[in-house]
């Protein structure tokens, strides 16, 4: 796809109109930045950026990274909190490693 929006949105599985909708603007709008017949307007672009957090700079195509610095810090945190239970988890005993599996996968279910 030649369209960095189009490929969002379509990844998403969204129709033109959930995207305008999620941001607040007609799905006109969307389909002529899709089409290159508008330029991003810079209030719309910080939308898109965030909707589908992603740069800015990727949605604009002066980059192929797609994560912002932002979700770069947040997965770093997760990765840290994971790491951490890991740890934890590596000094339970065995039984209580399997106890936890069971109690991880039950509230898993319950979830859903």
């Keep these: 796809m030649d369209n960095r929006v189009r ?8 129709r033109q ?4 909708g999620a941001i607040n603007v007609s799905q006109q709008t969307i389909s002529r930045i899709e ?7 810079a209030d719309i672009l910080i939308h898109l950026s965030k ?9 604009l195509k002066l980059s ?22 890991f740890l934890a988890f590596e000094k339970l005993s065995r039984t209580n490693q399997e106890l936890i599996g069971c109690l991880m996968r039950q509230l898993g279910e ?3």
């Design 7 to 14: 490929e969002l949105r379509c990844e998403k599985g969204l």
């Design 17 to 20: 109109e959930d995207l305008a």
């Design 51 to 59: 909707y589908f957090r992603v740069s800015a700079d990727y949605i």
């Design 35 to 41: 089409n290159g017949m508008n330029s991003i307007p």
């Design 64 to 85: 192929d990274a797609r994560v912002t610095q932002e979700c770069r810090v947040e997965v770093e945190r997760k990765i840290e909190k994971g790491k951490e239970f």
């Design 110 to 112: 319950q979830q859903k």
